[in-house]
């Protein structure tokens, strides 16, 4: 079923994703990147997509009361990263955040629907712009994918770019694995992510 919108997919399971890309979003400070299970991909034979698993940390190195060097890492992304280039700009930058995760100022854009506030925060460059891309049928759907998975997340659009981050943790490490093989209900689980970021490269105004 994937095939029938991914096209020429291919999966690296030792490669990382470049950590470029990643940084210069500037989601969060850290010190340490890992990067593996990386996947390229088209889909509809006409927007190119990279996915892979990140985990990005801060190491923290201090003095406790005794005069004791000591050393704290702290998680702060664990999940998969997909970068999506469409075949048209919004000429416009969109985040859309989870609820209370970031400082938005200004740019702070208030939405039609409660419900969906319940869940994120939107910040657009150009309100008009945000308010065209998200329709009261593409709120629903974002709210019923986090209701249905449980997996939070959140999107960043800029001009023919879309970024997503499922803040899934790990979703192929060994102790995942039945018998060698994903379980169903995490084959189900990634069958309808993936459905979910092809519907997200949809999105147009």
Do not use: W
Not at 12 to 35: A, C, G, T, V, W
Not at 45 to 73: F, P, V, W
Not at 173 to 192: C, H, P, R, S, T
């Amino acid at each position: 079923m994937i095939g029938n919108f991914y096209n020429n997919l291919e999966y690296f399971p030792q490669k990382p994703m470049p950590e470029y890309i990643y940084r210069q979003l500037k989601y969060e400070y850290y010190n340490h990147y890992k990067s593996d299970d990386y996947f390229e991909a088209q889909i509809d034979n006409k927007y190119s997509i990279q996915m892979a698993e990140i985990l990005t940390q801060e190491e923290k190195t201090y003095k406790d009361s005794d005069g004791n060097t000591k050393t704290e890492t702290i998680t702060k992304f664990h999940g998969l990263f997909t970068k999506i280039v469409m075949d048209k700009s919004i000429n416009s930058e969109v985040r859309i955040m989870q609820n209370g995760m970031a400082m938005l100022g200004k740019d702070r854009l208030k939405m039609d629907s409660s419900e969906f506030e319940k869940y994120f925060d939107v910040k657009a460059s150009n309100p008009i712009v945000g308010m065209q891309l998200l329709t009261a049928d593409i709120m629903e759907e974002l709210i019923e994918f986090e209701d249905k998975t449980n997996i939070k997340y959140d999107i960043y659009i800029k001009n023919n770019e879309l970024y997503l981050r499922f803040h899934s943790g790990a979703m192929f490490e060994v102790g995942k694995l039945k018998n060698g093989a994903l379980d169903k209900a995490m084959i189900q689980k990634y069958f309808y992510m993936l459905n979910f970021t092809y519907n997200l490269s949809l999105i147009h105004i």
